[in-house]
């Protein structure tokens, strides 16, 4: 069965030192998304990307925050300088269709645990 | 006002027993509904989802989903000890043209053997 891949499944860094996470979607996706989840609360969402750019992002998503389709295949989320409250897991998804063709619900990476140290 | 709001739990049920996960919404427009289970430290793991008003079954899970009174609900028959986990109700709601989900916090589901 089709899985997103991301890389790496852990991650230590300094404050202040940039981070970018790395995902691979589902071949013939074309929707995709990073959320987050500090420990112990919900999963927040991030961002969407479609037609190689941003299509929505939530408040989160600052101006510290990135996110890139470098190629055909890799969908990388940047954090610049990170901070202590950064810390979390997060986790990047995708879809065949946005909006009311995401009905159907979409399939998580196996996530990247950030650490800020 | 929270957008999706579910019993953090723990929910505690025999095996065997029928366990039953509830969730409500804010967003009176919001199109389609997701039950994910997720282990600890893992990633979320669709298991069904819903748009129209009644009940959806797949195996052991049915999904209840009531419009009117914005609640959605997932029942798991002759639950297991692998069923333990935290189920989390996700919502797609009216403002979202872009598949953006929002969660709820999650309701721990533990089965006892």
């Known amino acids: 069965e089709p899985e997103v891949t991301q890389t790496p499944s852990h991650q230590v860094t300094q404050m202040g030192q940039e981070v970018i996470l790395r995902c691979v979607p589902i071949s013939n996706h074309l929707y995709f998304y990073w959320y987050r989840q500090i420990l112990g609360q919900k999963v927040e969402f991030l961002v969407s990307?479609?037609?190689?750019?941003?299509?929505?992002k939530s408040e989160i998503f600052d101006d510290q925050f990135s996110v890139e389709r470098p190629d055909g295949s890799n969908f990388t989320l940047k954090i610049r300088s990170t901070k202590l409250e950064d810390s979390a897991m997060y986790f990047c998804?995708?879809?065949?269709?946005?909006?009311?063709?995401?009905?159907?619900?979409?399939?998580f990476g196996s996530g990247t645990r950030l650490t800020v140290v | 006002q929270k957008e999706v709001e579910q019993n953090s739990g723990p929910l505690s049920v025999p095996e065997g027993a029928i366990a039953s996960l509830n969730c409500t919404y804010s967003d009176r427009g919001s199109q389609s509904f997701f039950w994910y289970r997720q282990y600890s430290g893992k990633s979320p793991e669709l298991i069904m989802f819903?748009?129209?008003?009644g009940d959806k079954e797949d195996g052991r899970f049915t999904a209840q989903l009531n419009k009117a009174s914005q609640y959605v609900s997932l029942l798991i028959r002759d639950s297991q000890p692998s069923d333990s986990a935290t189920y989390l109700c996700?919502?797609?709601?009216?403002?979202?043209?872009?598949?953006?989900?929002?969660f709820g916090q999650g309701t721990t589901l533990q089965v006892k053997p």
């Open positions: 990307f479609y037609n190689n750019e941003i299509s929505e």
């Open positions: 996700a919502v797609l709601p009216t403002s979202s043209n872009t598949g953006k989900l929002i």
């Open positions: 998804a995708s879809s065949e269709a946005g909006g009311t063709g995401t009905g159907y619900g979409y399939t």
């Open positions: 819903i748009y129209s008003n």
